[in-house]
């Protein structure tokens, strides 16, 4: 793997967006009882906000993975708004990515807070997982 610290360069962004529809809401996903944006799906699309923004920086074989989230849900969303998530590269440690996330709805801001991410070498990763797998009693090719 090459030096993550040359590689995705501080300050990178990437971004997701998505429409705030009954299958995205606390009702339907179960983290609350109200037709709003999800906290879940929140999260979801601030960790696809940093995805999109290491993907053209990824070296062929490698990927990354969420490590850490912690984000605040700061106002609700209605039903038909959509909801653009951000992500900013703040800071790299060796394998470890960690951006700075926001989403918005248009009128608010929504959330913020950090997301991590761990690159990894595709192939490896495969490799542990499948062992686990199989250790577990659980292959599944």
Same mark, same amino acid.
């Given at each position: 793997m090459s030096d993550p610290?040359?590689?995705f360069p501080i300050g %990178?962004?990437?971004e997701a967006t998505v429409e705030v529809v009954p299958e995205v809401t606390a009702r339907h996903l179960g983290s609350g009882t109200v037709s709003v944006f999800a906290t879940p799906e929140m999260v979801r699309l601030m960790e696809r906000a940093a995805v999109n923004a290491l993907?053209?920086? %990824?070296?062929p074989g490698q990927q990354s993975v969420g490590t850490m989230v912690s984000v605040r849900h700061l106002a609700a969303t209605p039903l038909g708004a959509t909801v653009t998530g951000r992500a900013r590269l703040i800071a790299v440690e060796g394998r470890r990515l960690t951006f700075e996330v926001s989403a918005h709805d248009g009128a608010d801001l929504i959330g913020e807070g950090t997301?991590?991410?761990?690159l990894i070498d595709l192939t490896r990763f495969e490799a542990k997982v499948k062992a686990k797998a199989e250790a577990m009693g659980q292959s599944r090719d």
């Amino acid at each position: 793997m090459s030096d993550p610290t040359t590689q995705f360069p501080i300050g %990178l962004t990437g971004e997701a967006t998505v429409e705030v529809v009954p299958e995205v809401t606390a009702r339907h996903l179960g983290s609350g009882t109200v037709s709003v944006f999800a906290t879940p799906e929140m999260v979801r699309l601030m960790e696809r906000a940093a995805v999109n923004a290491l993907k053209p920086y %990824l070296a062929p074989g490698q990927q990354s993975v969420g490590t850490m989230v912690s984000v605040r849900h700061l106002a609700a969303t209605p039903l038909g708004a959509t909801v653009t998530g951000r992500a900013r590269l703040i800071a790299v440690e060796g394998r470890r990515l960690t951006f700075e996330v926001s989403a918005h709805d248009g009128a608010d801001l929504i959330g913020e807070g950090t997301h991590e991410r761990a690159l990894i070498d595709l192939t490896r990763f495969e490799a542990k997982v499948k062992a686990k797998a199989e250790a577990m009693g659980q292959s599944r090719d």
